[in-house]
């Protein structure tokens, strides 16, 4: 209960804490499946504050050197509770998985790719975004993969593959029947995905043509 509240009200680092030691303490725990993935959370967030405050940059060197330092730890650290969270949640009957619990089975596929894509390793968050995409392939939220495969691709400069990967959302979006988009969770509705990926398709036509 502790670790929620700094969860909700902060500092996140001292969540970090107390949800390690309650892992610790009861690792049988009913409730040390939600645990490792908020312990995962949290760790994710704290690294997104720390890449946007590193790109903004405007600090000393050496406070932006540590943290570098700090975000990939973050991260690292993220990625790993994320693994240990997706084998306890997988491991829970479908049956008796509340829905708390499939909710962040479902987020712990997809975070694992963005906190690699957040490190800069494209190849691992393609993996990752792959493996969500296949678990969830009947849902909308495989769009969020898709997209991010794409984001990969165009961060190595390979934008054939992004074009090809766009593409390919394009013709999953088209895919999905009328009522998937009931889902309070997703991060965009029916139009806003169809006015990005049809920027995007432009866009990519236009790079591939040149000046």
């Known amino acids: 209960e502790l670790s929620r509240m700094y969860l909700h009200q902060g500092p996140e680092a001292r969540a970090v804490a107390r949800l390690g030691e309650a892992l610790q303490r009861f690792p049988d725990d009913a409730r040390s499946s939600l645990g490792r993935y908020r312990l ?19 600090r000393p060197e050496s406070e932006m050197q540590a943290m570098r ?3 990939s730890v973050s991260l690292g650290e993220a990625l790993m509770h994320f693994d240990e969270a997706i084998e306890a949640l997988d491991a829970i009957d479908p049956r008796r ?6 909710l962040s089975l479902r987020n712990a596929f997809f975070y694992r790719g963005d906190c690699a894509f957040d490190l800069a390793e494209y190849d691992a968050a393609i993996r990752y975004y792959d493996e969500a995409r296949e678990r969830y392939s009947g849902e909308p939220a495989s769009l969020v993969a898709l997209v991010q495969i794409v984001n990969a691709h165009v961060a190595m400069g390979d934008l054939e593959r992004a074009r090809t990967a766009n593409a390919r959302a ?9 009522e998937v988009w009931d889902d309070p969770y997703l991060p965009m509705d029916r139009s806003e995905w169809e006015r990005w990926l049809e920027s995007t398709d432009v866009l990519y036509r236009r790079a591939e043509a040149g000046p």
Do not use: I, M
């Open 69 to 71: 330092a700090q975000l």
């Open 170 to 178: 394009k013709r999953f979006f088209e895919s999905l029947p009328p």
């Open 97 to 102: 998985r509340n829905d708390l619990e499939a």
């Open 40 to 58: 995962a959370e949290v760790n994710r967030r704290l690294g997104g504050d720390l890449r946007q405050a590193f790109v903004a940059g405007g």
